[in-house]
Structures are given as structure tokens and as C-alpha cells.
């Protein structure tokens, strides 16, 4: 989880710039894929964005 002054601000505008994609493209060398990152991944799953991939994921 991101720690800091503003840091839930920060992942609610990322939130909010999924809301306002077409689709999702997650750059992600090697696979590696990061706390935040899955919990965007999970919300634009949610939210029925397609999503691509960089490096082939897990996710």
C-alpha cells in the first residue's frame, strides 16, 4: 500500500482514470506486477475494461 501524505488520493485518481479509459494497458517488465497495480487490475476487471499486458502475468 502506498504510504505518504496524499497517497489515497493518489490511488483514487488512479481509480478514476481507469473509470475513464476505454481499456487498460499494464506495463509490467518481466511479469512482475506490484500491490497497487493488482488492486487497479482487480478494479478494472471489475468494471469490465479490457486488459492488456506487457510481459505475460499471472494476473
Not at 490511488?11 to 506490484?34: E, S
Not at 506487457?54 to 494476473?59: A, E, F, K, L, N
Request: aromatic share 6%.
Amino acid at each position: 500500500m502506498p504510504a505518504g501524505p496524499g497517497a489515497g488520493a493518489l490511488d483514487a485518481l488512479h481509480l478514476r482514470k481507469i473509470d475513464l479509459a476505454d481499456r487498460i494497458l499494464v506495463v509490467n517488465p518481466g511479469g512482475y506486477i506490484g500491490e497497487s497495480t493488482s488492486r487497479e487490475i482487480a478494479y478494472a476487471h471489475a468494471t469490465g475494461k479490457p486488459i492488456s499486458f506487457t510481459d505475460p502475468s499471472d494476473q
